[in-house]
Each structure stands twice: as structure tokens, then as C-alpha cells.
């Protein structure tokens, strides 16, 4: 009877121990530069991104005011955040207008070089445009900064 209570609490100690490793097994693989799963912001490859600021530029119509600012929601600013991390020789950020193909669009965050170049070799990602782009149309009118309404 001792021998089958021994046997059950050394079997219970080496499945928590098995499952243990795993999990810590499982932390040692992912990447500390992921964006976090609750971010809006996510990875896109250069071809998702061509595809997505093609997509964009067919169906854009164009903007025929002065452009007096740019508002950036905090998801491309994390975007941009994660990017910088990543390469802190950045010298900024280029924001391009994407759009897939159910007319959602999106933001491809893309570092500058110092040389001014994108860095495409770099990463890159995507996010919600909500309350973000230009200044008109996302703008504080009562802002003394704003222009629009002089």
C-alpha cells in the first residue's frame, strides 16, 4: 500500500515536472520582440505591405487642401516604438496608407535610414488607421495650431 501512495506522488511529481519544462521551454522560444498579442499594431512582410499601399493608391481619391499636420494613433506610435528597439540608428518613421481588398485600411510603419532610405529590411508593421492621418480631416479645430479654419 506504501509502495502504490510512493509510486502516485512520484508520478504526480514528474508530470508537474514535465510540464513545467514545457512551459519553461516554451518562454525560452518567443521572441522579445513581438508586438504583445493584445496590440493592434503587427508584423507585415514587405510583400503584404506592397500589396496593401497598392491596394490603397488605386482606390485613393485625392486630397485637393493644404496639409497642415499628421495625428498618429498609439498603436502605429508603439509600431514605431517596437521598430526603434529594434534599430535605434533610425534616423524616423515613414507612415504609408494601405488598404486590403475589403476596404480596411491600415498603416504600414516603416523606419528611415539615416541616409533617408525605407528600411524594408528591417520591420516592419501594420495598424489600425482609426483617428490617424491628415490634418484636414483628423483635426482639432479649435486647436490654435489648427489651420483649417483661418
Do not use: W
Not at 121 to 137: E, F, I, K, Q, R
Amino acid at each position: 500500500m506504501t509502495f502504490k501512495l510512493h509510486k502516485k506522488q512520484f508520478l504526480t511529481f514528474l508530470a508537474g515536472a514535465l510540464f513545467g519544462s514545457i512551459v519553461i521551454t516554451s518562454y525560452a522560444f518567443i521572441s522579445k520582440d513581438t508586438p504583445p498579442q493584445d496590440a493592434s499594431f503587427q508584423a507585415v512582410s514587405l510583400n503584404d505591405a506592397v500589396a496593401l499601399t497598392k491596394e490603397y493608391a488605386i482606390n485613393a481619391k485625392p486630397m485637393n487642401k493644404v496639409f497642415y499636420g499628421f495625428a498618429v494613433n498609439i498603436d502605429q506610435l508603439e509600431a514605431m516604438n517596437a521598430i526603434k528597439k529594434n534599430n535605434p540608428n533610425l534616423a524616423g518613421f515613414r507612415l504609408y496608407s494601405g488598404e486590403t481588398g475589403s476596404r480596411v485600411y491600415k498603416s504600414i510603419i516603416v523606419g528611415i535610414s539615416p541616409d533617408g532610405k525605407d528600411d524594408v529590411s528591417g520591420n516592419m508593421y501594420s495598424a489600425p488607421v482609426l483617428d490617424s492621418g491628415p490634418c484636414p480631416t483628423v483635426c482639432d479645430t479649435h486647436s490654435p495650431l489648427s489651420q483649417s479654419e483661418r
